[in-house]
């Protein structure tokens, strides 16, 4: 859609009418950082996922109150009877520039995403569920072994290892659908706005960085009718002060993070929305040849992690009903968590001596990276506090934005990181595979041949008591080697006024559909 007509259009809802003015249909969201690409081959965060929801639609998308699979561009699908092949029926959809939307443009598009030359960041999330393309992703095999197809043009048939554990992990971007006869033609420029072309709600208009990124809807969309916003804005605002005030001004309708030091003022408002998360904040510990030597020890690592008063913490600094860690991975109706994590700053001394650093003489000064935000410089300054009180172990705080923090853990770039996870799906598997070696997600670079074994064997088996207990022992390795330190798990703290939107929901992994907000 073109400038011109969006401003004209957007003029004409907002004219008086017998009735009164017609409600706002613009809406401004404090998005957080820079988003790390438009690209869903690229995508990394929550941020990113915010503008893939506005932007495409995979085969099936998040439902907005409970974030469970709904149908997206596929309207149907159904299991054969090995319960790993999956056969969708497409709606009759297109691109934005009118190019339909076919099976075949499904089996390009996750083939461009497993592709090495591609190196996307989350292709090895796909590469360890479908059939065949662990090996076409990590150069072993031709993209013909992986086991995906168009059968005619409205079905796509995928054969997975094993049966899903939950549909929607679909939904992710890691699995999403992109113009592919757009890529062929102008190469990486095809997120420009100029050359966008997109199958989700809403169109790319502008990107400012560092300043907005604004979508329109997209007279396209295959339900179209049923989006009532006009234009969203995305503020790339790390600052959680200045992105609040902005919301307490009117600036913005939805702020994402609520900075700790107005945590207690939000609470007291109506517009505060507070839900358990599942999602857990986390540092990591750079256990390559390219980090600390003194980190590669494995009673280091988990003298660093007792040494942690975890109750204080979220009590006295994130003070927003976050719990303790006690796992990586949060509990699911069918996954009970090894409960390995805990605090015991007696034990971290003994375990900081045996490894020969009494009272941490001798322990070199460590660097923990941050991501600029007020939030996470005050839990650095918490831990950077108790690893020196309890330890005797210097640290100084480094903190970068976003984008940077992003590509330096990706490098393994970094001693000590900041990181947190919000699950991609609702399976505690979302919470493991990460860490397994040729993971994207792997910035500690941990490899345990052992623990990466347990995850393949996990994946191979049905959801049910062989796999939770198959899944707990990997989690059992993984906490004892401890290349992460949980110390939080999540609740999501946003402040948007739901007296004025509606088809906004809180919801377990903090997923907001565009196409179900509209003004009240």
């Known amino acids: 859609m073109k400038k011109l007509l969006a401003a004209a259009f957007a003029g004409l809802l907002i004219l008086p009418s017998a009735f009164g003015a017609s409600p706002k249909t613009e809406f401004t969201v404090v998005n957080g950082a820079e988003p790390s690409s438009l690209d869903p081959a690229h995508m990394q965060s929550n941020t990113d996922e915010r503008l893939y929801e506005a932007l495409y639609e995979g085969l099936v998308v998040y439902d907005a109150k409970t974030a469970e699979a709904r149908p997206g561009l596929a309207e149907s699908w159904k299991t054969e009877k090995d319960g790993k092949t999956y056969t969708f029926k497409l709606r009759k959809a297109s ?27 989350y292709s090895d999330f796909p590469a360890s569920y479908i059939a065949g393309a662990q090996d076409f992703k990590d150069g072993k095999g031709p993209a013909s072994g992986v086991q995906i197809k168009a059968l005619d043009p409205q079905t796509f048939q995928a054969t997975f290892n094993a049966p899903l554990p939950t549909i929607a ?26 050359n966008f072309v997109g199958s989700g709600p809403f169109l790319l208009q502008d990107w400012v960085p560092q300043s907005k990124i604004t979508v329109v809807a997209n007279p396209k969309y295959w339900d179209a009718k049923s ?62 040849p390219t980090g600390v030597k003194e980190l590669q020890d494995a009673r280091v690592r988990k003298a660093l992690s007792e040494a942690i008063d975890r109750t204080t913490l979220v009590k006295r600094i994130t003070k927003g009903g976050q719990l303790p860690a006690t796992s990586l991975s949060p509990s699911f109706s069918n996954y009970t968590p090894p409960k390995l994590i805990k605090d015991d700053v007696k034990d971290a001394q003994k375990l900081l001596a045996a490894a020969g650093f009494p009272g941490g003489k001798g322990f070199p000064q460590l660097t923990l990276l941050y991501n600029t935000n007020d939030g996470h410089k005050k839990v650095a300054e918490y831990v950077q506090d108790q690893w020196k009180t309890n330890l005797g172990i210097d640290v100084v705080l480094k903190n970068e934005e ?37 993971s994207g997600n792997n910035d500690p670079g941990y490899n345990n041949p052992k623990f990466d074994a347990l995850i393949a064997k996990a994946k191979s088996l049905q959801p049910g008591t062989a796999r939770a207990k198959v899944m707990a022992e990997a989690e059992t390795l993984l906490l004892t080697d401890l290349p992460i330190i949980p110390l939080y798990f999540y609740t999501s703290n946003n402040m948007i006024d739901l007296s004025k939107w509606s088809g906004w929901y809180a919801n377990p992994l903090d997923v907001h559909p565009w196409k179900t907000v509209s003004p009240k």
Do not use: C
Request: charged letters at 20%; proline letters at 4%; aromatic letters at 12%.
């Open 95 to 121: 691109w934005s520039d009118g190019t339909p939307i076919t099976a075949q443009t499904v089996v390009d598009s996750w083939i461009r995403e497993l592709d090495p030359k591609t190196a996307g960041e």
């Open 169 to 194: 992990l679909l939904a992710h971007y890691s699995f999403g659908v992109v113009p592919t006869h757009v890529i062929a033609k102008v190469g990486q420029a095809w997120t420009l706005p100029a």
């Open 227 to 288: 989006v009532k916003l006009t234009k969203i804005t995305f503020l790339p605002i790390d600052d959680n002060a200045t992105g609040y005030n902005m919301y307490k001004k009117g600036e913005a309708d939805w702020m994402t993070t609520v900075p700790l030091d107005q945590l207690e003022e939000a609470q007291l408002r109506k517009d505060y929305s507070n839900q358990t998360e599942a999602a857990v904040y986390y540092y990591e510990i750079n256990v390559t």
């Open 402 to 438: 976003f984008k940077t923090v992003i590509a330096d853990r990706n490098a393994h770039n970094f001693q000590v990181a900041r990181a947190g996870w919000i699950g991609d799906y609702g399976d505690a598997m979302t919470f493991l595979d990460i860490w397994v070696k040729d």
